[in-house]
Antibody, heavy 117, light 110 residues
């Protein structure tokens, strides 16, 4: 069974960098083409952040692309997100997920990241 | 890219069928595949429908998806109390790949 687990600092200072890692277990990351990140601000809807392919190709939400970087670590079966110059508006639950058939079929449990001084 | 438009809430009596609409444009829904997700409070979303109308293994056949033009729909047949949750649609919004979610619909079983 595919399992994904997000990890990283829960509190980030304004103007700092939000860094999260998604560890994939029970499944080889190399067995699926695309992996993605989605976030949800408190009380709000889902927002697609971006995705990365096995070849390292990335696609980002245009509203975040100037601050965003997603990378893949095949040997450690994980992928990561870095969001720079964060503000309070970036406070959200961040989910990592596996993509299949233009959808996300397995999700991590999500991790709440708060941007505050 | 604007979020896809969904009704804020839909309700029905247990046993009834309800339909949630998801309206987009020719650049997203009109030319790309749609997926649907169910989310309980404090939980991660769960995939219900992919590629407009296909159900993943393990998803109840009470959930069905369809699409016509720039509008996709999710129908829940035989509404049950356990279906009370928030539902989101999602579609690609063109090239380079950029997915957009719907605004979300809260379903209530009266």
């Amino acid at each position: 069974q595919v399992q994904l687990q997000e990890s990283g600092p829960r509190l980030v200072k304004p103007s700092g960098t939000l860094s999260l890692t998604c560890a994939v277990s029970g499944y080889s990351i190399s067995s699926n083409e695309w992996w993605s990140w989605v976030r949800q601000s408190p009380g709000k809807g889902l927002e697609w952040i971006g995705e990365i392919s096995l070849t390292g190709t990335t696609n980002y939400n245009p509203s975040l692309s100037s601050r965003l970087s997603i990378s893949l670590d095949k040997p450690n079966n994980q992928f990561s997100l870095r969001l720079h110059s964060v503000t309070a508006a970036d406070s959200a639950v961040y989910y990592c997920a596996r993509e299949s058939h233009s959808s996300t079929d397995f999700w991590g449990q999500g991790t709440l990241v708060t941007v505050s001084s | 890219q604007s979020a896809l438009t969904q009704p804020a809430s839909v309700s029905g009596s247990p046993g009834q069928s309800i339909t949630i609409s998801c309206t987009g444009t020719s650049s997203d829904i009109g030319s790309n595949l749609v997926s649907w997700y169910q989310q309980y409070p404090g939980k991660a979303p769960k995939l219900l429908i992919y590629d407009d109308s296909w159900r993943p293994s393990g998803v109840s056949n009470r959930f069905s998806g369809s699409k016509s033009g720039n509008t996709a729909s999710l129908t829940i047949s035989g509404l049950q109390a356990e279906d009370e949750a928030e539902y989101y649609c999602c579609s690609s919004a063109g090239r380079p790949t950029n997915y957009v979610f719907g605004t979300g619909t809260v379903v209530t079983a009266l």
